[in-house]
């Protein structure tokens, strides 16, 4: 395992760090909105601007969503690093991540 620059004295890996972000971001991941019990709050007048902030808050919720199982599956492929996942894709994860980009394999 190697150590991000500037991190070499706390002896702490990629993986590490990467895990560590990740996890702090899930902390940090608000709870779903529960649209039918918003939809019932505003009653049988729905006005256009509530159509839009209950459409807003269902794309909301997909996203949050897309991230916090994005999230997860990063950890568990770092778990599975390191185990056994080659340097290649490692590298490529972290050009992906704006890490470097120095050469792609």
């Not at 969503?65 to 492929?77: F, G, I, P, Q």
Request: some cysteine.
């Amino acid at each position: 395992m190697t150590s991000i620059a500037g991190e070499a004295s706390s002896g702490i890996s990629r993986e590490e760090y990467i895990d560590k972000v990740a996890n702090d971001i899930l902390v940090k991941l608000p709870p779903e909105f529960d649209l039918d019990k918003i939809r019932k709050k505003f009653g049988l007048e729905i006005s256009p601007t509530t159509v839009v902030l209950l459409q807003e808050l269902e794309r909301f919720n997909i996203l949050n969503n897309k991230m916090n199982r994005s999230l997860v599956t990063l950890r568990k492929v770092i778990t599975f690093d390191r185990i056994s996942l080659k340097r290649t894709l490692w590298r490529r994860i972290f050009c992906f991540a704006g890490h470097f980009c120095a050469f792609m394999i």
